[in-house]
């Protein structure tokens, strides 16, 4: 059963089929395996747009349909946040915490950090899962919960590999297929050469395309996306 402890969207793309693993498959299958019950505590790390919350939405779509595992799925970028929400989430069987290097620079950064620690030894002694993503390994994070920062370095840490060329190539003519529009190699290679890369504003520019496509009943052409995206 997934649980939502908050009233947050989960991207309906966001699903393992839709993640290109490139030099990531030890961690997609670590991933993969807590859906059969295997405990897993993972720190994953990477820049912005590298990917990190696609794989936790990815899992938490993956256990949907999965009785016997309840998932909990936290981005922790909203203010109105609390560190006392986390004792809730010692009951579920995996917890999922997007983004943990934004609740170090608020004034509660140190109650953040206990609520964190405390959920960690509680999902650890109940052979329970917790992934992790930030933007950073856990020697780069200002902790200053030292007891912390050691679970942290006690987990399997992986970080994303960035996509090469072909792979984001490959990338945006899956979501193009997806939105039912025709993306050929050209067009894409000519995307990437002229727009940012990364794969948040990948995941933009399709969108706009899918959107102005839509309206002027127009295929996708050169001029069309330097039209449309301003390139």
């Excluded at 059963?1 to 947050?8: A, N, R, W």
């Amino acid at each position: 059963m997934l649980q939502l402890p908050l009233d947050f969207e989960l991207k309906v793309d966001a699903t393992f089929d839709n993640f290109i693993p490139s030099g990531n498959l030890l961690l997609l299958e670590a991933m993969q395996s807590i859906t059969s019950g295997q405990q897993e505590f993972l720190y994953i790390h990477g820049e912005n747009g590298s990917g990190k919350t696609h794989l936790l939405q990815a899992l938490a779509h993956q256990t949907a349909n999965i009785a016997e595992l309840n998932l909990a799925y936290l981005p922790l970028e909203s203010d109105a946040l609390v560190p006392e929400l986390l004792s809730s989430f010692e009951a579920f069987d995996c917890v999922c915490l997007d983004n943990i290097e934004v609740i170090l620079t608020r004034e509660n950064a140190y109650q953040w950090q206990e609520s964190i620690f405390h959920l960690y030894n509680h999902l650890k002694d109940q052979n329970k899962s917790l992934v992790i993503t930030a933007n950073q390994a856990p020697s780069g994070l200002t902790c200053s919960l030292k007891d912390l920062q050691s679970r942290l370095s006690a987990m399997f840490i992986h970080e994303i590999k960035p996509l090469t060329d072909e792979d984001k190539k490959l990338y945006i003519q899956r979501k193009a297929k997806d939105k039912g529009l025709e993306l050929a190699d050209e067009l894409a290679s000519y995307m990437l050469s002229r727009g940012k890369r990364d794969l948040n504003s990948l995941n933009e520019s399709m969108e706009k395309l899918d959107v102005a496509s839509l309206q002027a009943k127009r295929k996708i052409t050169k001029p069309f996306i330097k039209e449309v995206l301003g390139l």
